[in-house]
């Protein structure tokens, strides 16, 4: 099974920046889709961004203009590049590998955005 490990989260400032990172132990191109989701406490989890196999992309509504989901063949890595953070942004953020229906979980990183 693929392992994924997250890294990049942190504390930032409302209206800030963070580019998070999700490196694959296998080629990120094998799977159909690389998905971010987030959890934040008490809720569900949700997707945020989608890469798909082709190079295209879908992101929530709620973070669309704001977040941007890229991937890296050779590095095996996928980013979430995340600007104008907003309270609202705080959660545990998770990257999700899919192959024919079947997904794979990172461990999660976190971020706050708080003043």
């Known amino acids: 099974q693929v392992q994924l490990v997250e890294s990049g989260g942190g504390l930032v400032q409302p209206g800030g920046s963070l580019r998070l990172s999700c490196a694959a132990s296998?080629?990120?191109?094998?799977?159909?889709?690389m998905d971010w989701y987030r959890q934040a406490p008490g809720k569900q989890r949700d997707l945020v961004a989608t890469?798909?196999?082709?190079?295209?992309?879908h992101y929530a509504t709620s973070v669309r203009g704001r977040f941007t989901i890229s991937g890296d063949n050779a590095k095996n890595t996928v980013y979430l590049q995340m600007n104008s953070l907003k309270p609202e942004d705080t959660a545990v953020y998770y990257c999700?590998?899919?192959?024919?229906?079947?997904?794979?979980w990172g461990q999660g990183t976190q971020v706050t955005v708080s003043s």
């Open positions: 296998e080629s990120i191109s094998s799977f159909n889709a």
């Open positions: 999700a590998a899919m192959r024919v229906g079947v997904y794979s």
């Open positions: 890469l798909f196999r082709g190079g295209s992309s």
